[in-house]
């Protein structure tokens, strides 16, 4: 994993910024640009060279996780602001960019009154723009991250009963994550019975698996640094002509959609596919979220399939797609994957069971 190589690209696109240094202070672009994975921490690329900025907590674990790096450790009593100041004059910059998407107004209006002389530039998506396309690292750890998750499944699906609550099967499940070898859930599981499937976000409750015929799992794993995000729906009881119509509808949302995932395709031409079929089965109002969106160090991150989304995908891209059909006071059906764009087409990464056949799961009692 060459951070170098990643800071020396990003150091090469500030001068199109109209920028000479850039003060990193989004903690997942800090991760992305040096391997460190603790927070509290800012990273300022400058001509010759980077600085990290950060306090004697983190001493140890930068040594270990970005060798090489400058250090700038303040030690107590001197404020991240007054580190910041000091860098910035010490490497001679004459025009800061900042990221304007994470840094808050405050902090901004401090570094602009104490760096009167210096220009100060908002920049936006510097580091997320190298961050959409994944390199054979990243996709490797995105894979890491999918296996654990999709292990973690298979196994809940035997230990589910009809008296265990939602809040149950989702710590279950996170649990399972970590032993296959999860650092953490990628995000809080999300279990939904019946009705509470209707939700998109719904958290999980103290309802019984057993009280409802089939129940919807959002899930993902964090290897470390990469996260998987997944959804299935599991029947659980007697499966409803209304119930097999919309899952029918909504798996071949998703393998449409699939299928058009390619290079130069725009993303809101992916959305569109999934939207118009699922228009066709009369449920148009009953999507009201975007296909996809892309993950890596975050669960939630560039591109988007959406209806707005302009962005033309690339091979190297890593999205999530996942149709729904929500109904409320019934429930809900999303089917999620995670889909690499290749240089052919796509490859679909996730494996987990997704016909409706393979979707019954007999809970067994108490013994
Ligand atoms: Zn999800
Ligand atoms: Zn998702």
Redesign the pocket.
Known sequence: MDHHARRDRLRRNLKAAGIDSLLVTDFANVTYLTGFTGDDSYLLVHRDGDLVLSDPRYTTQLEEQCPGVDLAIRPPGVTMLQAVVRAVRSVGCRRLGIEGDSMTVSLRDRIAEKLSKIGLAATSGLVERLRLLKDRFEVARLRTAIDQAERAFATLRGLLRPEMTEKQAADELEHQCRLFGAKDAAFPTIVATGPRAALPHATPTERCLGDEPFVLF?W?ANEGLYRS???RVLVTGRISPKFERIYQVVLEAQRRAIAAIRPGVLAHDVDAVARSCIAEAGYGRRFRHGLGHGLGLLVHESPRLAVQSQTVLKAGMVV?V?PGVYLPGWGGVRI?DDVLVTRAGCEVLTHSPKRLDEMVCLMRGNP
């Open positions: 959002d993902g995000d997944l959804t999530t996942e999620e």
